[in-house]
């Protein structure tokens, strides 16, 4: 569907990725059409599966999670499903991405203390080797992507 976002389509993901419990009301004057209009916008985005869902941001150290790490995994195997069902039981894995390079797996684990980490990371070792990072500050939050003509510019 990339070809087929407008410029409104883009203005309506920034706002919405900005604030995702914006009213129609708000967001259709942001981006100068009817609420009408721009629900139907939305609806389309999500029928095409642009949006995926909306989530709240949650605070890991005010549910209890002080520890947050990136866990880079090597993994020799090729048989992925015992990993994928330790990652579905375990909601301490936030988000695992699989990757190129040395690595075949980053990770990022949520902890309630270095002891659940170093379990958590002990859980992972079964499959292969880890590097463990723990992070110390977000320098830049998640944002979501850009209009990609308006990235190749801010490129250059």
């Known amino acids: 569907m990339t070809e087929t976002l407008d410029a409104t389509d883009w203005a ?11 009213a129609y009301t708000e967001l259709a004057r942001r981006v100068n059409l009817s609420a009408s209009a721009t629900k139907e916008r939305v609806r389309r985005l999500e029928d095409a599966e642009v949006i995926t869902g909306f989530r709240a941001e949650v605070d890991l150290e005010r549910t209890g999670h002080p520890v947050l790490a990136v866990v880079r995994l090597k993994y020799p195997g090729t048989r992925h499903e015992p990993l994928r069902r330790l990652l579905g039981e375990r909601p301490e894995y936030l988000e695992c991405l699989r990757t190129t390079g040395d690595d075949c797996y980053v990770l990022k684990v949520a902890a309630t203390s270095m002891s659940h980490l170093e379990e958590l990371v002990d859980a992972l070792a079964r499959f292969g080797s880890t ?26």
């Not at 309506?12 to 914006?22: F, S």
């Not at 990072?133 to 510019?153: I, M, Q």
Request: without cysteine; charged residues 25%; proline residues 8%.
């Open 12 to 22: 309506i993901l920034r706002e919405l990725q900005q604030d995702g419990r914006i």
């Open 131 to 156: 590097t463990t990072n723990l992070v110390l500050s977000r320098t830049l939050p998640f944002r979501g992507p850009a209009e990609p003509r308006t990235a190749a510019r801010a490129a250059r």
